[in-house]
């Protein structure tokens, strides 16, 4: 039983195609050691004070050349259809957005539900359309032994079936900058059953295993804003106390004048007041504040919790 977990339908060819050219390189490391220690003992200057020339041996050469040209185009064989496998999207997988950027994760479904934890069903196909929104990131989920990088600019993805049930950790493996290391999720595969009464339910039903997949703790309290905050990844980007950060900071935000622009390219100032809140909250794209990048997700929020995000950024001047 592998240390890591084979959660996924890639790990297992992953794995197959490493143990091979692992196996395969220990043999060679092993025979020519040999070979090496051999020829030490047998020609050695005690044996042979006076070197000899040695000829050239036609069949020899063909054969050291012959066997490694071999093995290699075998250990290419055994890699590129595995490789071609994991490249080659079943039809009916699922395909969801994700999107990369400093420091954190979000995934969009089909039916326009985000969420920073990745939720999957059970033995279900799903493609991973990977972008990113600032720098690049490296997508890598350990138990499923799947790596892609993230480029700004280009698309790129990946698709697998998750084959074991749990919470398996998402991570970025391209320093990215400051906060590399907290660019961490969860991918989190629940039955079919809790999928599906997810996915096609109404807003405020919770993701399948949320407490499982939680770094925060266990569940979102209703009355702590500030959890909220972190369970939404606000504070990866946007600090509370006026640290600089790749958003504004929260902290005397309220009132301020702020120069945005808006999708056409337009600059204008505004006042942030709690209508501007909540506009940048629940369409953060429309505008964007100049001198930041156009990064945020949308994060939905029920009514409660919208209101208890403005009020607690007021309380922050």
């Not at 999207?89 to 994700?98: E, F, N």
């Not at 996915?199 to 702590?224: C, E, I, K, N």
């Not at 809140?277 to 919790?305: F, H, R, W």
Request: with cysteine; proline share 7%.
């Amino acid at each position: 039983m592998p240390i890591i977990p084979q959660a996924s339908s890639a790990a297992g060819r992953v794995d197959s195609v490493f143990l091979f050219i692992l196996i395969l390189c220990v043999a060679v490391l092993i025979l020519i050691t040999t070979a090496l220690i051999y020829f030490v003992i047998r020609y050695n200057r005690k044996r042979h004070p006076k070197g000899e020339d040695i000829e050239g041996h036609a069949w020899l050469e063909i054969v050291w050349t012959a066997i490694p040209t071999v093995l290699f185009l075998v250990m290419f064989y055994y890699g590129w259809t595995n490789f071609n496998y994991m490249r080659e999207v079943p039809g009916d997988a699922m395909v969801v957005d994700v999107t990369g950027r400093q420091w954190a994760w979000s995934f969009m479904y089909p039916n326009g539900r985000q969420t920073t934890d990745l939720y999957l069903a059970l033995d279900k196909p799903v493609k991973l359309e990977l972008r990113s929104a600032d720098v690049i990131h490296g997508f890598f989920v350990p138990a499923f032994r799947i790596k892609q990088d993230v480029v700004p600019g280009k698309a790129n993805y990946t698709w697998f079936v998750p084959t074991q049930l749990g919470s398996f950790d998402i991570e970025c493996t391209v320093i990215c900058g400051v906060s590399h290391a907290d660019m961490l999720a969860k991918v989190v595969v629940v039955p079919v059953e809790d999928f599906e009464r997810w996915y096609f339910g109404d807003a405020d039903t919770p993701p399948p295993g949320q407490a499982a997949s939680s770094r925060h703790g266990d569940g979102l309290p209703g009355d702590s804003v500030l959890k909220i905050l972190q369970d939404k990844y606000c504070t990866t980007c946007h600090s509370i106390n006026g640290t600089p950060m790749v958003g504004p900071t929260f902290k005397g935000l309220y009132g301020e004048k702020r120069v945005v622009t808006d999708s056409e390219g337009r600059e204008y100032e505004v006042t942030v007041d709690d209508g501007y809140l909540v506009k940048a909250i629940q369409d953060p794209m429309a505008e964007y504040t100049k001198g930041y990048p156009p990064a945020m997700p949308k994060n939905p929020l029920n009514d409660d919790e919208l209101k208890m995000v403005v009020e607690y950024i007021k309380s922050l001047n």
